[in-house]
């Protein structure tokens, strides 16, 4: 299938549904993950619309939804999950720019840290244990987004589809599907504009990928870490995140064939 949808100004939009998931299978328009839709046109707010979401997933930090608010089609009346934790924190992307030298290296490192930490950060917790409710109560599509699609969002997906089963080659495989060449293309030099008037320093093109891009041991990272405190992934999700037997065969019933 095509798991990529496009639209005019929201990016890294897929469906990260129908993925085998032992004798089972995920739904397909059943589960999305995007970027943020701060920047959606009126086509684009119109075929939101046509996915007839019931719940949207925000993972973003306060400054960034003040930053780039959501924009919404008319009739909006989608749940939407998101949280003001953190809000007086200074943004950490922000201050790893500030003082970083922008080196393919250094973004390389910056987000291995975010990946260890990630699944620990009481925002994201609350997000995450949200999302897992919602999931086992509502019957219609669901998008979790961040301001990329990528971290935040990709840890969800992957532990979505750890929970139904899905097999670790299609995890991470999905979590790579973030590396579009064509959305590279679209967003290196904007990226890089917007870090040299950060900076007043210009990244190689390489860091640039490299900080528009995920890699695989991002992921196996932040799995890691989540065995070393809790013995597992099912661990974490029941004693973190709340989603216990009964939610579990909930959440399972509605997002399998």
């Given amino acids: 299938m095509t798991r990529k949808i496009s639209f005019d100004a929201i990016e890294n939009f897929r469906d990260f549904g129908d993925y085998a998931a032992g004798d089972r299978r995920l739904k397909r328009g059943r589960l999305y993950r995007s970027a943020h839709q701060a920047e959606a046109t009126e086509a684009d707010l119109e075929a939101l619309r046509a996915l007839d979401l019931s719940v949207i997933v925000d993972l973003r930090r306060p400054n960034e939804r003040e930053r780039s608010p959501s924009r919404r089609w008319q009739g909006f009346a989608a749940t939407v999950i998101e949280n003001d934790m953190g809000q007086e924190e200074e943004d950490p992307w922000h201050l790893f720019i500030k003082g970083s030298d922008l080196s393919t290296a250094a973004f390389t490192g910056y987000m291995v840290d975010y990946y260890r930490d990630a699944p620990f950060v009481d925002r994201h917790i609350d997000l995450y244990s949200r999302y897992f409710h919602a999931l086992s109560e509502t019957d219609g599509p669901v998008l ?53 008037e950060m900076t007043g320093r210009r990244p190689s093109r390489e860091a640039v990928i490299t900080a528009l891009g995920v890699e695989a ?7 890691a870490a989540i065995h070393d405190r809790h013995r597992s992934l099912d661990a974490y999700l029941e004693d973190v995140l709340g989603v216990d037997a009964a939610r579990r065969e909930a959440i399972t019933h509605r997002i399998l064939d």
């Fill in 144 to 196: 979790i987004h961040c301001a990329a699609g990528k971290d935040r969002t990709g840890i969800l997906a992957a532990l979505t589809h750890h929970l139904a089963g899905v097999n670790e080659e299609d995890i991470v495989a999905d979590f790579l599907l973030t590396n579009d060449p064509h959305r590279f293309e679209r967003r290196a030099p904007q990226f890089a504009a917007m870090l040299e």
């Fill in 217 to 223: 041991h991002y992921l196996e990272t932040a799995f």
